[in-house]
């Protein structure tokens, strides 16, 4: 009984020491928590500092939804448009990432290493994000 109480004591201790020097989670980096809706893309923060990002997205709506990380200056409401949908390629829109679909109801992560700037959240499927599936983000 000794000897399990030291192990568990000793394995707390190390536990302790991990998280201490900033490797308590090895996995994701930091969290971000995006619900996707009709119509409307909501994030449990605005910013964060530049590193690696974990966005766990829930499609809390009843349609599927795109998750769409595009970086750019441009105003969200002004960005290039190619018929129903953002245009990702377009001059001053960098496109980051996605999840190419999330069906309703379901959850998905995307991790990326994100470098400081303004970046877009948007779902591009045609007329969501004319629609208000649109959320900016600030990258430090």
Do not use: W
Not at 11 to 39: P, W
Not at 95 to 123: N, P, Q, S, W
């Amino acid at each position: 009984m000794r000897r399990l109480l030291s192990l568990a004591v000793a394995g707390i201790g190390i536990a302790l020491m991990l998280s201490a020097c900033g490797l308590g989670d090895v996995g994701g980096g930091r969290q971000v928590g995006v619900t996707l809706d009709e119509y409307h893309v909501k994030l449990s923060q605005e910013a964060t500092s530049a590193g690696k990002l974990t966005f766990n997205v829930h499609n809390g709506g009843r349609d599927k939804h795109e998750f769409v990380v595009i970086k750019t200056d441009l105003d969200p409401a002004g960005l290039p448009q190619e018929g129903s949908k953002i245009k990702e390629d377009a001059s001053g829109v960098e496109h980051v990432g996605e999840l190419d679909g999330v069906d309703a109801g379901k959850d998905r992560t995307l991790t990326m290493d994100l470098k400081a700037g303004t970046y877009v959240f948007i779902c591009n499927i045609p007329d969501h994000a004319h629609q208000g599936m649109v959320a900016r983000f600030t990258v430090q």
